[in-house]
């Protein structure tokens, strides 16, 4: 499955932005999609994550109550919906594809597919 992120952009603390995943190639509501984050000088982190089928969420702790995500089968999108952005939000997020349902999802070496990222920077 090849993956688009697009969406990121600056603005301030406090602003919100919507990034967007769209999916081409293999069944795109049969993977698990997350979107995960790389900090300059830093590693890459879990950030999001909804399955196929029942459409479960998962979040990091850093991030819960300010991001969503959701996903649209028929447009083979996936979208995080990011809410009062702060400074350490900064960084590449890339989406990326898992056959994982379970806890192993919040680890990222279980991500098959990675899209090529988009920046989000978040001015203080």
């Known amino acids: 499955v090849q993956l688009q992120a697009s969406g990121g952009g600056l603005v301030q603390a406090g602003g919100s932005l919507r990034l967007s995943c769209v999916a081409s190639?293999?069944?795109?509501?049969?993977?698990?999609i997350g979107w995960i984050r790389q900090a300059p000088g830093k590693e890459h982190d879990f950030v999001a994550a909804?399955?196929?089928?029942?459409?479960?969420?998962f979040y990091a702790d850093s991030v819960k109550g300010r991001f969503t995500i959701s996903r649209d089968n028929a447009k083979n999108t996936v979208y995080l919906q990011m809410n009062s952005l702060k400074p350490e939000d900064t960084a590449v997020y890339y989406c990326?594809?898992?056959?994982?349902?379970?806890?192993?999802?919040?680890?990222?070496?279980?991500?098959?597919?990675w899209g090529q990222g988009t920046q989000v920077t978040v001015s203080s």
């Open positions: 990326a594809a898992s056959a994982r349902l379970d806890q192993r999802l919040l680890y990222t070496w279980e991500y098959n597919y």
């Open positions: 190639g293999r069944t795109f509501s049969d993977y698990t």
């Open positions: 909804i399955t196929w089928g029942v459409s479960s969420t």
